[in-house]
């Protein structure tokens, strides 16, 4: 079975407190003193449940408490506390007078933890954060990828450098090598060598190729 409810919610008022309820509250309390909860609203005259009177008066009524932003003395010490307790928030207020357990809560999620973060440390554990600057298995498998296509011959390209520097074309160097070699021996044998050329060319590699082949016969046409 759950905890019993403080008490029965029918006919009672939600939401802001009024000055008028303050005020009957904090006389109550500083006459009797605190009491058993449950019978404070009866007690004192409140159409309001035990658990919202005590809220009440420990986060905004009791005279001991502490108005304003944390200084930055406090903020330390919770850093310490914080380090020590955990988020055991009523624990580190006991260590903090003037000080509620929700205020240090909302101060800490509000400020403490983005402070903690700039200076690279983990709000949770107080140790420095550590990147992993290890590459994931989705940028590996992009670079190797990568790595695959740069070593993929591009066709006609072996064959431009071995007509520029004279020498003959190793087969095992480039797919297409054979082949144009054929079909160039084809060309030069006719008239017109050189339009035929480009047109086998074109069917065999890229422009990219083709292009600096066609300098090449330019350059050894004016020889």
């Known amino acids: 079975m759950g905890r019993q ?6 006919g009672l008022r ?3 407190w009024t000055i008028e309820e303050d005020q009957k509250l904090v006389d109550f309390i500083l006459k009797n003193g605190i009491q058993c909860w449950r019978v404070v609203p009866t007690l004192a005259g409140l159409l309001r449940c035990g658990k919202s009177c005590r809220l009440r008066w420990i986060n905004y009524l009791r005279p001991d408490l502490k108005r304003g932003v944390l200084t930055e003395a406090e903020e330390d010490q919770i850093i ?8 055991r928030w009523s ?6 007078p003037g000080r509620t357990d929700n205020e240090i809560k909302n101060h800490w999620n509000t400020r403490i933890k983005k402070r903690l973060k700039l200076l690279g440390l983990d709000p949770q554990t107080h140790e420095p954060i550590i990147h992993d600057e290890r590459p994931s298995r989705k940028e590996n498998a992009w670079n190797a990828d990568i790595s695959v296509k740069d070593q993929q011959p591009i066709p006609g390209k072996e064959v431009c450098r071995t007509l520029k520097t004279g020498a003959n074309p190793d ?6 090598s054979k082949s144009l070699t054929l079909k ?4 030069m044998t006719q008239e017109n060598c050189f339009p035929n050329l480009i047109e086998t060319a074109e069917s065999t590699f890229s422009w990219d190729s083709l292009s600096e082949l066609e300098q090449i016969f330019q350059y050894r046409s004016h020889r």
């Open 91 to 96: 624990k580190i207020a006991a260590h903090l």
């Open 171 to 176: 087969p095992k160097d480039t797919c297409c």
């Open 80 to 87: 310490e506390l914080h380090s020590r307790l955990g988020n």
């Open 14 to 16: 939600r939401g802001p």
């Open 5 to 10: 409810p403080c008490c029965e919610k029918v």
């Open 184 to 187: 160039m021996d084809e060309s």
